[in-house]
């Protein structure tokens, strides 16, 4: 007698359609009760936001397009790009965009160093761990100006300042007693800013450190990789999105950076930067115009480089989940 045999059925169902959701309409969006009843509490910071900032910074794009010089009143005119010329030909313009890179760089990249170094000595486990990290923390906290000036009379004055009481202590009667700041102008600013913003470095590249994944860390240890091995190939891969992080922001403060300038040299001997070179010709030269077109070039930098902060941020966040 023969027996049939059913064929199987298959196995592999059909995977279950998505249902797409139609977007809404404009129309929906805007009268939906519960999306205004987030926004209106946000609507009164919005409107500050936009008349404290967005707006003064618009009425500056458009002085910047005008030939105005509190000089000659009579000559105001609209619709001119001289200004813009102006700010890319000024040969003491360049010279002052020049420092103003010379000085971003070495700053950031100097404290990013020493940061790293300060960072790396605080994560270790030490008895008053917490009050050395707090001594660390402030230069940071001191107010710019106050800053300065410390450096100015503390540690520059060639009579009582401390760098030249250390060379009479170390060579005696004869040793050299420099003017810093007439002698290195360029150096003594780049040493303040430095003192100044280490500290920040290290905190971010300290949060960077403690985030390492301990059981990575201790695996390694296991595996004989000596204390070398682990910083290269482990650390300072992990430490590269936070190198970058500080890296960006410090640039974007210290491109700003005026108090230093003003305090040490009040510009002398090349250390105008664009923030003080944009002080001298607002109030010196009394020339609107163009004091406006050199901010808004400042301003359009800034935004450059705090649009890649901001994406080093998220990667950051995204890396955390």
Do not use: C
């Not at 760098?163 to 040793?175: D, E, I, P, R, Y």
Request: no cysteine; charged share 10%; net charge neutral.
């Amino acid at each position: 007698m023969a027996t049939a045999t059913a064929t199987p059925p298959d196995q592999t169902a059909p995977a279950p359609k998505k249902t797409k959701v139609p977007e809404r309409s404009f129309g929906e969006r805007w009268g939906d009760k519960k999306g205004w009843a987030r926004r209106v509490p946000l609507l009164p910071a919005l409107a500050f936001i936009v008349i404290m900032t967005q707006l003064p910074f618009v009425a500056t794009i458009l002085v910047s397009f005008t030939n105005w010089n509190a000089n000659y009143p009579d000559e105001i005119k609209f619709g001119t790009l001289q200004n813009f010329v102006t700010v890319f030909t000024d040969a003491g313009l360049r010279q002052s965009v020049f420092f103003t890179i010379l000085l971003t760089v070495t700053v950031v990249l100097v404290s990013l160093a020493f940061g790293l170094g300060i960072a790396l000595l605080l994560n270790r486990n030490f008895i008053g761990r917490g009050a050395v990290r707090t001594m660390m923390i402030a230069p940071f906290l001191v107010v710019p100006v106050a800053a300065a000036l410390l450096w100015k009379h503390a540690m520059y004055n060639p009579e009582y300042g401390l760098f030249n009481g250390l060379l009479t202590q170390v060579f005696g009667a004869s040793a050299p007693q420099p003017d810093w700041i007439t002698d290195f102008p360029r150096l003594a600013i780049m040493g303040e800013l430095i003192w100044q913003w280490t500290p920040f470095m290290t905190l971010i590249l300290l949060a960077g450190l403690q985030s390492r994944p301990g059981d990575v860390m201790e695996a390694a240890q296991v595996d004989g990789a000596n204390a070398w091995q682990t910083f290269a190939n482990m650390t300072m891969p992990h430490m590269r999105r936070y190198l970058e992080l500080a890296g960006l922001l410090g640039t974007i403060y210290i491109i700003q950076q005026f108090d230093s300038v003003f305090t040490l040299t009040a510009g002398a001997y090349g250390t105008a930067n664009l923030p003080y070179t944009i002080y001298q010709t607002l109030y010196n030269a009394q020339d609107y115009g163009l004091a406006s077109a050199q901010g808004v070039i400042v301003v359009i930098g800034t935004i450059i480089i705090a649009t890649f902060a901001l994406r080093t941020v998220s990667s950051l966040f995204e890396e955390g989940n």
